[in-house]
């Protein structure tokens, strides 16, 4: 311990240790939309629970914002291409990430989810880059869902080509529904009762019957929600916020699920 003197103020000086490699906490990163009212909370209620896992200081979470236009179209969504770049510069110099996600589901599939990781990874050393879209296929895949409902706000165009993306690996779309609302700050204020009685509608719509349902957009206010939804319906639900925190806490080794920490959460965090 030194001690310097100013004026007549004494200041001391402590030693310090740094949190040791194997005490640390995963280090996350999260790209989200500049409109995005939702997926911050979200999180925070998917990751909730007592650390486990390889990773004894549990989770942190880091945010960077990336410009986007109100609008949702698929224009629009290509053009956040072009923000990647200045967008993880934000990030803290030479962090060392475990995983990066994109919060942006329609825009993961204009872009492209490998496009994605590739932009990640050309800027920052990281081993893992997941995508609401890339999350909820392998959500989906785990639960067992072969035939799943689909329910997104976006307009129908955005819709059919995710309907489409989805089938071409594997999953077959038995109904498909919309809010029809093309304005991210308005979906971001759908109420989750409306999302509730949407799910309702959609599973009793299903003729041929479905294994799953799977809520597309980081917008949409869903965690308060799928636990109730799934024990009226009997199937899993999972969102795009609950599939990409879900894969996020998967690909760094820190359970958010099971017994301890998954309650409330949904089948997916069971």
């Given at each position: 311990?030194?001690?310097?003197?100013?004026?007549?103020v004494?200041?001391?000086h402590?030693?310090?240790?740094?949190?040791?490699?194997?005490?640390?906490?995963?280090?996350?990163?999260?790209?989200?939309?500049?409109t995005?009212?939702?997926?911050?909370?979200?999180?925070?209620?998917?990751?909730?629970?007592?650390?486990?896992?390889?990773?004894?200081?549990?989770?942190?979470?880091?945010?960077?914002?990336i410009?986007?236009?109100?609008?949702?179209?698929?224009?629009n969504?290509?053009?956040?291409?072009?923000?990647?770049?200045?967008?993880?510069?934000?990030?803290?110099?030479?962090?060392?990430?475990d995983?990066?996600?994109?919060?942006?589901?329609?825009?993961?599939?204009?872009?492209?989810?490998?496009?994605?990781?590739?932009?990640?990874?050309?800027?920052?050393?990281?081993?893992?880059?997941?995508?609401?879209?890339?999350?909820?296929?392998?959500?989906?895949?785990?639960?067992?869902?072969?035939?799943?409902?689909y329910?997104?706000?976006?307009?129908?165009?955005?819709?059919?080509?995710?309907?489409?993306?989805?089938?071409?690996?594997?999953?077959a779309?038995?109904?498909?529904?919309?809010?029809?609302?093309g304005?991210?700050?308005?979906?971001?204020?759908?109420?989750?009762?409306?999302?509730?009685?949407?799910?309702?509608?959609?599973?009793k719509?299903?003729?041929?019957?479905?294994?799953?349902?799977?809520?597309?957009?980081?917008?949409?206010?869903?965690?308060?929600?799928?636990?109730?939804a799934?024990?009226?319906?009997?199937?899993?639900?999972?969102?795009?916020?609950?599939?990409?925190?879900?894969?996020?806490?998967?690909?760094?080794?820190?359970?958010?699920?099971?017994?301890?920490n998954?309650?409330?959460?949904?089948?997916?965090?069971?």
């Open positions: 311990m030194d001690e310097v003197k100013t004026n007549d004494s200041i001391q402590y030693d310090f240790e740094v949190i040791a490699d194997d005490r640390r906490a995963a280090q996350l990163g999260l790209v989200t939309l500049e995005d009212l939702t997926i911050e909370d979200e999180f925070r209620f998917f990751f909730a629970g007592p650390p486990t896992g390889v990773h004894a200081g549990g989770l942190s979470l880091l945010h960077s914002r410009p986007c236009d109100d609008r949702v179209t698929a224009e969504l290509q053009q956040m291409e072009g923000h990647f770049a200045a967008s993880l510069a934000l990030f803290p110099t030479g962090h060392a990430f995983v990066i996600g994109y919060g942006c589901t329609s825009a993961s599939l204009v872009i492209g989810a490998d496009r994605v990781a590739a932009l990640v990874t050309k800027q920052i050393d990281v081993p893992h880059v997941t995508t609401p879209i890339t999350a909820a296929k392998r959500a989906l895949e785990k639960l067992g869902a072969g035939c799943i409902g329910l997104a706000p976006y307009i129908s165009e955005i819709s059919a080509q995710m309907c489409a993306d989805f089938e071409a690996d594997g999953f779309v038995g109904l498909a529904a919309t809010f029809g609302e304005q991210d700050s308005v979906v971001g204020r759908i109420s989750p009762s409306s999302i509730k009685t949407a799910l309702g509608t959609l599973a719509s299903a003729a041929g019957g479905i294994d799953a349902i799977f809520v597309s957009c980081t917008s949409l206010k869903c965690a308060s929600i799928i636990a109730a799934e024990a009226e319906l009997g199937i899993p639900v999972i969102s795009s916020n609950s599939a990409l925190a879900w894969d996020m806490a998967r690909l760094a080794n820190v359970p958010v699920g099971g017994p301890v998954g309650t409330g959460k949904g089948m997916l965090f069971a």
